[in-house]
């Protein structure tokens, strides 16, 4: 069974820290594009950060490339996304997702893919 498990919200001030893990299982990660959504409450749903398949390609929304930085381990079948200098903008839940469209210009939802719970991430003083 495909599944994907998201770890690791919280809330935390301006300028704090967040690593944020997706858990894969019943599949090998590696092989395939994975990406980093939020969405925040009256807001679209939008593409952070992901990773093509192998890691050729490495994509940043332009409001957290800087502060944020997206990995896989592929021995524990994992990725994580590093959230520094966070804002309160960065409010929003976040999900992982595989496969994705995962290009030097976006990471793009694509029809019939999996998706993790969600983590709700909170930034406030």
């Known amino acids: 069974q495909v599944q994907l498990v998201e770890s690791g919200g919280g809330l935390v001030q301006p300028g704090g820290s967040l690593r944020l893990s997706c858990a894969a299982s019943?599949?090998?990660?590696?092989?395939?594009?994975i990406g980093w959504f939020r969405q925040a409450p009256g807001k679209e749903r939008e593409g952070v950060s992901c990773l093509s398949s192998r890691d050729v390609i490495t994509y940043y929304a332009d409001s957290v490339k800087g502060r944020f930085t997206i990995s896989r381990d592929n021995a524990k079948n994992t990725v994580y996304l590093q959230m520094n200098s966070l804002k309160p903008e960065d409010t929003a839940v976040y999900y992982c997702a595989t496969p994705v469209d995962c290009s030097g210009y976006g990471c793009y939802e694509v029809g019939l893919g999996y998706w993790g719970q969600g983590t709700q991430v909170t930034v406030s003083s």
């Open positions: 019943g599949f090998t990660l590696d092989y395939y594009a």
